[in-house]
């Protein structure tokens, strides 16, 4: 199997509300719409960013159906499916394949800190459920497991795991897990503040929790890398960070502030489900305008 299909910018999806909410259909359609017209390559689905925690199974599904109906055959979709149980991440995981999705994904176990026997075989049931590709899902800042080299020796050897999407922070981990992978196996970055740096050392595509409020700088930047514009690439990944931070200083989740700069920049998919706070106040006044205008200028910036 060619994983050359996986390379690209790879939003991870955000989850879709109506104003009571409750998941949209016509707002994740929309969502859907907006980044395929950026020119993204694929779509992330029900991961961190599709706030997968705080939803139950039959509207994880709905989000899964809804993304499939609209961008199949049109993005790479990865369905993310680690759930709390086993049981759910295997029903999730066969309803991904009905559904047609090209890969999934999950996190290893959360809440009890299990054996990295217990790890190995929840993401081996996973795999065992479906004939699709998977891709590891390491993001020690959320699950407090760390993927060791070890377990990840042994993982690959299951021909279904393709890949890994890397989160953790430092860029010697991608580095080391694409060495162990080899050539035919892609590694994702992870942390969006070190996108450039993360392809320069080995990751060869990304899927991020920012992309989606700016996908023109993170298209950018990998054009920059591509061609070897270095200058380029660690200037637009500057303005990047400051971004993120902005997002990150607001007085409600990031997720929220992204949400209420993407209705600006002209696309709803409502707020954010607690305990996730939304942003209020003159942070939702000013700051949001003032963070939209700073994506237009960081765009302004890199026409050429
Ligand atoms: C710890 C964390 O949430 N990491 C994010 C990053 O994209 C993150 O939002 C970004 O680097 C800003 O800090 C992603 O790796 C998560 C992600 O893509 C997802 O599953 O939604």
Redesign the pocket.
């Known amino acids: 199997m060619t994983v050359e299909k996986f390379k690209g910018i790879i939003?991870?999806?955000y989850a879709c509300y109506d104003e009571t909410g409750d998941v949209s259909e016509a707002r994740t359609k929309a969502l859907c719409s907006y980044l395929f017209d950026k020119g993204v390559q694929g779509l992330?689905v029900g991961?961190?960013?599709?706030e997968?925690i705080y939803q139950n199974l039959e509207e994880r599904k709905a989000t899964l159906k809804y993304v499939a109906e609209s961008m199949k055959g049109k993005l790479i979709l990865i369905a993310?499916v680690g759930a709390p149980s086993t049981r759910e991440s295997v029903e999730l995981a066969k309803y991904a394949e009905e559904l047609g999705y090209d890969a999934l994904s999950a996190?290893p176990p959360i809440y009890f800190k299990l054996p990295e026997s217990s790890i190995y075989k929840y993401w081996t049931s996973i795999m065992d459920a479906t004939g699709l590709p998977f891709i590891i899902?390491n993001?020690p800042?959320?699950t407090g497991y760390n993927l060791s080299l070890n377990l990840f020796g042994k993982l690959i050897e299951n021909k279904k795991v393709i890949g890994v999407?890397n989160?953790s922070m430092p860029a010697l981990d991608i580095e080391r897990f694409k060495a162990a992978g080899g050539e035919n196996f892609i590694v994702f970055n992870?942390?969006?503040?070190?996108y450039v740096s993360g392809r320069l050392i080995g990751a060869d595509a990304g899927?991020?929790?920012?992309?989606a409020a700016m996908p023109e700088l993170y298209l950018k930047a990998e054009q920059y890398v591509s061609t070897g514009n270095f200058a380029k690439a660690r200037s637009i990944q500057k303005d990047i960070n400051d971004l993120?931070i902005a997002?990150?200083s607001l007085n409600g989740n990031?997720y929220s502030a992204i949400k209420e700069v993407l209705k600006l920049r002209g696309v709803n998919v409502g707020s954010v489900r607690g305990p996730l706070e939304p942003v209020t106040g003159d942070d939702l006044e000013t700051k949001i305008p003032a963070i939209r205008d700073m994506i237009d200028a960081a765009i302004a910036k890199y026409q050429d």
């Open positions: 939003p991870a999806f992330y991961g961190s960013s599709g997968c993310h996190i899902y993001i800042q959320t999407k989160s992870g942390p969006d503040e070190q899927i991020g929790g920012t992309y993120i997002l990150c990031m």
